[in-house]
């Protein structure tokens, strides 16, 4: 059957339980945050005549516009000299700079408006990172650098974890939690990068250099680096029907109004076909590559859950998933990698914001962008000046400084770093 | 009221207009959105056209060591050295890596425009609900002003950049070419 076909029933498969869905299911669930501030206005938590703050809730604090425009160059910067941090940063920003954290601690563990507080803050992670990420994955795709199969099981783990997530603990999850496991993930990269710092990852480092100098002349020669991916063996079929069936899960967990349990049913068959495609075979640059199908889905799964629990990105989760398991060359991490960390983060927003009615103040995004791209200016200009070296040293540094203080916060209530 | 709410409500008038300017009034929703979708996509290209100025070279040349160590690691496979493939390979993305995530950061430059579009439309048309051929159960409500403005702000876009092929100022945006 020719791929295009495959496509197309794709697609009509998943429209036909689109319209299952929108013919048997129920109503659609009232505003969430009208319902949180009513309640905080009848518990006596919220002063009705207060004066609108974040998203509108009567006596919120009113976010720093600044502030915010001078986190996101902070944050843009960071992008532009170090990487991944950047995601990190930003979250740490809408937890703790924006003093919208302790505004939501102070209504109490398990309260309504705490729990939407946090949804908010963890879509709004999202949505910074995720718009960005739409360019990069739509120029990789143009340069063909995607591994499709690979692509497509990847997605297939990534999709349902993005949804499951959400609806296992959108509203569930306290500030205090949040921040705790955000502390957690913070000090892990922190350690990551610590490792590159030593002595020992430095010597590894210059190996790397040396042995890459032996390669040199190959180099200058002028490797082909266009020599597209060629798929040799995989079960193209079972792959299409199971991204379809995983879709359709996201699709019946979004819009149905009830018998959720049709969507795990979806979710878990999709992932259970993978186990049937079989070992996936590909050439690029002449070389042959190999994988098992099910193993880029249960890593789908982790880092989509993972990204989609603490709001940020999962891109330093794929790639050193991909390098390491699947021991991909990087122009093929880079592509595949951008795309899964795209469809993860569309779905997890989507389930957010339409299936939990979570609410986003655009005025801040917007300007959180502007400051991301004026510190992307800025990041070359110093690079110059501070060596690699001391970029990670600083940033191991705020690593630990973080993840101490949110995982102290979180889990015992107090800081163990100052302010206390 | 915060800086960025004053610079909405300045600019609130000139949003409008176009709303206001057939008697239909489903004609002006359409015409007005459409040109908030170009005003958006064209804020956007101009501000993208400045960031690429400023930091073409830096992306070319983090670009240049990406491929560089990317053919390096692949000789290195060629040859059967897997030892040495591994340790290029984490070169190679540590470049990429750099490159990739000052990408992003310079993305933001074209696509600040939306949430600051879709904070106006939430202060016009929040209310405002559109229903939708089909009764359909989960959607009874009708749909927002975001479900219209996103798709149209795709189109607009992609119209955009055809007619920008032409035009050669904007010719470099992308730093692949």
């Known amino acids: ?420 | 009221m915060d800086f960025v709410n004053g610079l909405i409500n300045s600019i609130d008038q000139f949003l409008i207009a176009p709303y206001r300017w057939p008697k239909n009034p489903m004609t002006g929703w359409w015409l007005g959105t459409a040109a908030l979708a170009l005003w958006a996509t064209l804020s956007g290209k101009v501000t993208m056209a400045l960031v690429m100025r400023m930091n073409l070279s830096h992306v070319k040349e983090g670009l240049a060591e990406t491929g560089l160590r990317h053919t390096q690691s692949m000789n290195a496979l060629k040859a059967g050295d897997k030892k040495s493939y591994k340790a290029i390979n984490k070169l190679a993305n540590e470049a990429y890596g750099k490159t990739f995530f000052l990408q992003i950061a310079m993305a933001a430059a074209s696509l600040w425009p939306i949430p600051l579009a879709l904070g106006w439309l939430q202060l016009r048309f929040s209310e405002v609900r559109f229903p939708l051929l089909l009764d359909l159960p989960p959607l009874r409500d009708g749909v927002g002003y975001a479900f219209v403005f996103i798709p149209l702000y795709i189109l607009v876009r992609i119209l955009v950049a055809n007619v920008a092929r032409w035009m050669p100022q904007f010719r470099k945006e992308s730093s692949e070419d």
């Open chain 1, 1 to 420: 059957m020719k791929r295009s076909t495959r496509w197309i029933l794709c697609v009509l498969f998943v429209v036909s339980v689109f319209a299952v869905v929108c013919i048997t299911a129920t109503s659609a669930s009232a505003d969430s945050l009208s319902e949180a501030i009513s309640q905080g206005i009848s518990d006596g938590k919220i002063t009705k005549d207060a004066e609108p703050g974040f998203l509108g809730i009567p006596g919120a604090p009113k976010v720093n516009f600044i502030l915010g425009f001078l986190w996101a160059i902070w944050v843009g910067w960071i992008f532009s000299t170090v990487g991944a941090f950047g995601g990190i940063m930003a979250g740490v920003g809408h937890i703790t700079i924006f003093g919208l954290g302790d505004y939501a601690k102070d209504f109490g563990k398990g309260y309504p408006m705490n729990k939407l507080l946090t949804d908010s803050i963890r879509v709004s992670n999202q949505w910074l990172v995720g718009l960005s990420g739409l360019i990069s994955s739509f120029n990789y795709y143009k340069m063909g650098r995607l591994v499709a199969p690979l692509g497509m099981c990847l997605a297939i783990g990534g999709v349902g974890g993005s949804w499951l997530i959400p609806d296992l603990t959108a509203g569930k999850i306290s500030l205090k939690s949040y921040i705790g496991y955000f502390g957690i993930a913070v000090l892990a990269l922190g350690i990551i990068l610590f490792r590159e710092t030593t002595k020992g990852g430095q010597a590894k480092r210059k190996k790397a250099k040396e042995a890459a100098a032996a390669f040199e002349k190959e180099a200058k020669k002028g490797g082909d680096s266009k020599q597209g991916v060629k798929v040799l063996e995989g079960s193209w079929t079972l792959m299409f029907v199971a991204l379809a069936v995983v879709v359709a899960s996201a699709l019946w967990a979004n819009l149905g109004g009830g018998a959720k349990w049709v969507a795990y049913v979806l979710a878990l068959a999709g992932w259970a076909l993978t186990f049937f495609v079989g070992t996936i075979r590909f050439s690029f640059y002449g070389v042959e590559f190999k994988f098992k199908a099910f193993i880029p889905m249960l890593g789908g799964v982790f880092i989509a859950a993972l990204a989609s629990f603490l709001g940020v990105g999962g891109g330093f989760l794929y790639v050193p998933f991909l390098t390491t398991v699947a021991g991909l060359p990087m122009f093929l991490v880079a592509g595949t990698s951008g795309l899964v960390v795209l469809v993860g983060m569309i779905v997890s927003i989507f389930s957010y914001m339409v299936g939990k009615g979570v609410p986003v103040q655009w005025s801040f995004i917007g300007a959180e962008l502007v400051g991301i791209f004026i510190g992307s200016m800025i990041g070359p200009r110093t690079s110059k000046y501070i060596p690699d070296i001391w970029l990670k040293r600083l940033f191991v540094l705020l690593a630990f400084y973080v993840g101490l203080r949110y995982i102290t916060k979180g889990f015992l209530g107090y800081s163990i770093v100052p302010p206390f």
